[in-house]
């Protein structure tokens, strides 16, 4: 029987991360929780693929300078080196994210909390 990993959850200023499966080298799960009116920073990974799956809310998704609205069930894949933010600024967003692991391979270009 396999053994029980218990998620960690990360407070952001824009909400909060829920990693619920973490393989060093390998790849990284998340439930990204944003709050309404809320938004990640501009940024940018230098090594991180990632892809995001909207499970509730509408988000509003910058990627390579495009603002598009996404809803549940859509699908997000972000290589690296690609410009994106994330915002909710309809009601609060729920996201799963999958990724290559580089947990700390964030370039922020512009950041609502001084980060």
């Known amino acids: 029987m396999p053994m029980k990993n218990k998620p960690v959850t990360v407070k952001k200023p824009w909400g909060q991360e829920l990693i619920f ?7 990284l799960g998340k439930i990204l929780t944003i709050n309404k009116g809320s938004r990640l920073s501009l940024q940018y990974h230098t090594k991180k693929h990632e892809t995001l799956y909207v499970l509730k809310g509408r988000c509003l998704m910058e990627i390579k300078g495009k603002k598009s609205v996404y809803k549940p069930g859509d699908a997000a894949p972000i290589a690296a080196g690609v410009r994106h933010r994330f915002a909710a600024p309809y009601g609060r ?19 609502d909390y001084g980060r």
């Open 93 to 111: 967003v729920t996201l799963l994210e999958v990724s290559t692991y580089h947990p700390d391979d964030t370039v922020r270009l512009k950041d």
């Open 21 to 27: 499966a973490s393989a060093p080298k390998l790849y």
